[in-house]
């Protein structure tokens, strides 16, 4: 059953990448980087400024190794993304089988796992999450199954590797190496020394490189989200709301019933193997990373969080067959209803998703990946482009960015940081030939994402309508109507 669920988990991706062609922005910023380091000109966004902006350097140079020899590498690194999926799914199957010596708790997380709307969209977006959902699997199954010493090379690997493909796997570090601190009371010195060996050279070369190994995208979006944040509280219920993968008022409300006696139960179950302990811990732990900080959560970021969770509701249904919680029991209905219950919810929300994905891929090609198109064939080589999203416009327009969110514009931070008319001062200071803007946000004096005033007065205004003139304008109707001032822009260039 297990490497039919893989099959099945493999050709839902392919089948979504296929009807949706779903990409994400920020996969442009980082094949932008991938680009130029192939071409010769540096790991930069913008050619001459030494900024890395991206947070996955392992997977930039695996589509500059792409690009290199010809090969196109979103295509390329999706297809390896799906099977890295289906390599995660079969790993964890077979820790369940081992683990319950049930089939039904492979089934269950099959599905979770398998068949998620947002597993499978983040799997074929271009990102590089699907890699760190293996490596992090390969790092927690070596600890749980092992011990983070007893093969530090099935640990330390992996681990090094996670933590150069997305620097917050280093909790899983922190989780796998404090765990077994307190179950044996050694430190696990072979296992680290491994991974540090492996990350290494990334620390030193980018401090040589660029001046520091902190990518740069980690402090602009502190400044430009995190302190405009006033509460926790909405990243809270974004995270609670992603543990049942359905959405809709009741049908996730129906899922929840399914899944939160199992995931409870899961957490108690994993607590009394000393070993397991790693699932909850890092569960929280990357529960508490996400919301704490106050961060503006991308879709991108859920599928670590939802990794140990999911597994732990499988675990969790496994022990609800095999014997009752106290006086709680199990109903031998409820064996057969809570699979089909989530698994018809999925392939229903999953077929509503992937309409919807291919709805917006649809405006981004025909919206943003036509501005910078326009501006690649109406401007000089040389115009500088203010702008906030760089990935589609930033790749296909191939002129000098500012960036508005700062990720590979440092100066821009400082901005962001005081907040009310940064975009005015902007303008002041650094003069873009070119503004990419929308126009509803302008009307609403609102940052998109943050809310902060870009304007800190009506004087800011009128000098921007002064010194800047409409050139062009992209839009499309064909989106959700919440989304609609989100696809609508116009090009200024300045008078």
Excluded at 30 to 48: D, I, K, Q
Aim: proline fraction near 7%; include cysteine.
């Amino acid at each position: 059953m297990l490497a039919t669920l893989v099959a099945l988990a493999v050709l839902v991706r392919g089948c979504f990448w296929a009807v949706t062609g779903a990409t994400f922005e920020d996969a442009y910023i980082s094949l932008r980087y991938a680009e130029n380091l192939a071409n010769g000109l540096g790991l930069v966004y913008n050619p001459g400024q030494r900024v890395f902006g991206a947070s996955t350097p392992l997977y930039v140079l695996f589509l500059s190794g792409l690009t290199y020899i010809g090969a196109p590498a979103l295509t390329v690194a999706k297809f390896f993304a799906v099977m890295a999926d289906g390599a995660t799914l079969w790993l964890w199957g077979r820790f369940l089988l081992r683990r319950t010596g049930r089939a039904e708790a492979v089934l269950f997380l099959g599905l979770l796992f398998g068949l998620s709307p947002l597993m499978v969209q983040v799997g074929v977006s271009g990102m590089e999450t699907a890699f760190a959902l293996l490596l992090l699997t390969l790092v927690l199954l070596g600890g749980i199954e092992a011990g983070a010493e007893e093969r530090p090379l099935a640990v330390g690997i992996p681990l090094g590797l996670l933590a150069l493909v997305r620097p917050e796997g280093a909790l899983a570090g922190l989780v796998v190496v404090g765990l077994h601190f307190r179950n044996t009371g050694r430190l696990p010195w072979r296992t680290a020394l491994i991974a540090g060996l492996l990350v290494l050279p990334w620390l030193v070369s980018a401090t040589l490189y660029y001046g520091t190994p902190v990518p740069h995208s980690i402090p602009a979006k502190a400044a430009a989200y995190n302190l405009h944040r006033p509460s926790p509280l909405p990243n809270l219920w974004d995270t609670l709301s992603q543990l049942a993968p359905i959405r809709g008022p009741w049908s996730r409300w129906l899922v929840t019933l399914v899944l939160l006696p199992c995931l409870l139960r899961g957490v108690v179950e994993a607590w009394r193997d000393s070993r397991l302990r790693a699932l909850p811990l890092l569960f929280f732990a990357w529960w508490a990373y996400l919301v704490l900080p106050k961060t503006l959560l991308f879709t991108w970021y859920y599928p670590p969080f939802l990794l140990a969770p999911f597994v732990l509701a499988a675990l969790g249904f496994a022990a609800w067959m095999r014997e009752p919680w106290g006086r709680w029991r199990l109903p031998e209905s409820g064996r057969v209803l809570a699979p089909v219950i989530l698994g018809v919810g999925l392939v229903f929300w999953l077929g509503y998703v992937g309409l919807g994905a291919r709805r917006i891929q649809r405006a981004e090609n025909g919206v943003r990946r036509q501005i910078g198109v326009w501006l690649r064939e109406n401007t000089p080589e040389d115009a500088l482009i203010a702008m906030e999203p760089i990935g589609y416009i930033g790749y296909y327009s191939r002129r000098p960015v500012l960036d508005e969110v700062g990720l590979v514009s440092p100066e821009l931070v400082p901005l962001n940081r005081a907040g009310a008319g940064w975009f005015a001062e902007m303008l002041r200071k650094y003069r873009p030939d070119y503004v990419v803007e929308r126009p509803e946000f302008l009307r609403k004096n609102a940052t998109l994402n943050s809310k902060v005033p870009m304007f800190a007065n009506e004087n800011d205004r009128r000098e921007f309508e002064h010194n800047y003139e409409k050139a062009a304008e992209f839009g499309t109707p064909d989106v959700p109507k919440h989304l609609l001032p989100d696809y609508q822009f116009a090009i200024y260039r300045r008078r």
